[in-house]
């Protein structure tokens, strides 16, 4: 299976800007669906965005403006960036590869937004 490795997050303070990365172990290609998801403190784990093979994206109401996700499939690695950044923003934030057969998800990358 398909290996999901998160990068990019950190401490950004309020309308700062950061750039996750999501490299994957093989093609992503396979996958009908791919996105980021985040969990904060206390929370259940939400949707932020997601896009499909054919290019098709969906965001949470909460980022759309300001967060775009896109995926490379010659370095089969999945990136969100994310701009305008608000303290309600901090969480772990997840990749996921959604396939016909199985999801792969990543081990997560903490992102904390604070002055």
């Known amino acids: 299976q398909v290996q999901l490795v998160e990068s990019g997050g950190g401490l950004v303070q309020p309308g700062g800007s950061l750039r996750l990365s999501c490299a994957a172990s093989?093609?992503?290609?396979?996958?009908?669906?791919l996105g980021w998801y985040r969990q904060a403190p206390g929370k259940e784990r939400e949707l932020v965005a997601t896009?499909?093979?054919?290019?098709?994206?969906n965001y949470a109401d909460s980022v759309k403006g300001r967060f775009t996700i896109s995926r490379d499939y010659i370095t089969d690695t999945i990136h969100l960036q994310m701009n305008s950044l608000k303290p309600e923003d901090t969480a772990v934030y997840y990749c996921?590869?959604?396939?016909?057969?199985?999801?792969?998800w990543g081990q997560g990358t903490q992102v904390t937004v604070s002055s």
């Open positions: 996921k590869a959604a396939g016909y057969s199985y999801d792969s």
């Open positions: 896009i499909t093979r054919g290019g098709s994206t």
């Open positions: 093989g093609s992503i290609f396979k996958f009908t669906e």
